[in-house]
Structures are given as C-alpha cells and as structure tokens.
C-alpha cells in the first residue's frame, strides 16, 4: 500500500525566512515516482517537480529545493527566503511506476507573515 | 502555454440530481484522471482513464459515477444521483505519459467545486 505523510500541518513564517516542509512515503515499489503540487488560495493545484526514485539527486529551482533520502524515505522540500506568494498549500504525493494513481500526503498549509 | 480547463468552475445541486463535470485535457495527452478534494482535506484519486476505457479506480468510484470521452477533446464524470457527501472540489488531470515523456506528470485543472444540497 502506498502512504505519504505530511506531518507539519501547518506552518507560518515570517518573509524571508527559509522553512522547510518534510514529505514521508511508505511503498513496497522499488521504482517510483514523488512530486510536490502547490495549491494557492484560488485553488488550483500547480506542478513543482517530479522526482525518480532511481535519481537521489536533490534539486534546486530559484529560491526551491528538494531534498530526496531513499534511505529515509523522505522528500522535503525547501524555500529560501520565503516570499508572501508563497502562502499556499504544499502536497506531496507518490505515483508508483507503470501506475495511474497518485497518493497525496494531507498537505502542509504555509502562511508567509509579511 | 497549454493547460487543463474545466467547466463550470462552480456547480450547485440538489441531492438526488445527476451532474456533469467537464475537462478539457492538454491536447496531446493521452492519460485522464479524475481526483477530488474534500474541504480541507487531501486529495483522492477517483479514476484514471486510457485508450477510452478505464485503467485504474478507487473504491470511491462506485457505480454512481462514470467517465465519458465524448469526442477528441472533452474528458466529462457523471455523477447520476448525488450525495452530500459528494461535495467536494474535483480535479480533472491530463499526462503526457508516453506521448512525451514516459513519466507520469500529472497536470491540474483549476477545478470544479461541487455543492450538493
């Protein structure tokens, strides 16, 4: 079965800060995928990235990073110098391989205090 | 840059009624999902849909709900007779897995916010 845990259920912050959000996954698969969405307060859910698990490379994209430990089973992720656009719900969630579904962590809303 | 639309973006029902929630995926998609939101709460995948038929459902899919690709462009889930408990946001997604990229990258609708009253 598979599982994602978003313990931090919510997170405020004051601009430019960094913080930090943590992602846990639980799957039998050895070949998957993890990615993180954005959902803004207009709701929509917005792509941020896509990690293999055969690539524990960790990303960086502007002021966002990721942070992928197999080992731990965790795929956090980082903001630096947090903007108040930034205010948003973060999901994580986890696609096995060769399979159609996602499964969502239950999200961590993060508020950036101006 | 091409996105997923879908129609309305707010619909109101009465409980028992049937409603129609409309897609219109990324053109050269060739993977449709359905997921919803719950106020509050995660998001959960309801169905996925390839080669006009369905690939993978959860156990919310029951028989009340059905997929439909009318035509080449529209993606639509039926709802025949609603609950309140089917109130909730509903995300249509689109991925371009094995068009052009074999990885897959699910892209969002905005969403239709379903009210059953």
């Known amino acids: 079965a598979q599982k994602v845990t978003q313990a931090q259920t919510e997170i405020s912050v004051v601009e430019k800060e960094d913080v930090t959000l943590d992602c846990v996954y639980e799957?039998?698969?050895?070949?998957?995928?993890l990615f993180w969405y954005k959902q803004p307060p207009s709701g929509e859910l917005v792509f941020l990235i896509r990690?293999?698990?055969?690539?524990?490379q960790n990303e960086i994209s502007g002021r966002y990073s990721w942070n992928f430990q197999k080992s731990t089973s965790s795929f956090n992720f980082t903001i630096t110098a947090s903007q108040v656009v930034d205010s948003a719900v973060y999901f994580c969630?986890?696609?096995?391989?060769?399979?159609?579904?996602?499964?969502f962590g239950t999200g961590t809303r993060l508020t950036i205090i101006p | 840059e091409p996105e997923v639309t879908q129609t309305p973006s707010h619909q109101v029902t009465q409980m028992g009624q049937e409603v129609i929630l409309r897609c219109v995926p990324i053109?050269?998609?060739?993977?449709f999902y359905w997921y919803r939101q719950i106020l509050g709460q995660k998001v959960e995948f309801l169905v996925s849909?390839?080669?006009?038929?369905?690939?993978?459902k959860s156990e919310i899919f029951d028989d009340q709900f059905s997929v439909e690709r009318p035509d080449g462009s529209n993606f639509t889930l039926k709802i025949r007779s609603t609950k309140l408990e089917d109130s909730a946001m509903y995300f249509c997604?689109?991925?371009?897995?094995?068009?052009?990229?074999?990885?897959?990258?699910?892209?969002f609708g905005p969403g239709t916010r379903l009210t059953v009253l």
């Open positions: 849909f390839y080669n006009n038929e369905i690939s993978e």
């Open positions: 799957t039998r698969d050895t070949t998957y995928y």
């Open positions: 997604a689109s991925s371009p897995k094995g068009v052009a990229s074999p990885y897959n990258e699910q892209f």
């Open positions: 969630a986890l696609g096995p391989f060769g399979n159609e579904k996602l499964t």
């Open positions: 053109s050269n998609h060739l993977y």
């Open positions: 990690r293999n698990s055969f690539d524990e």
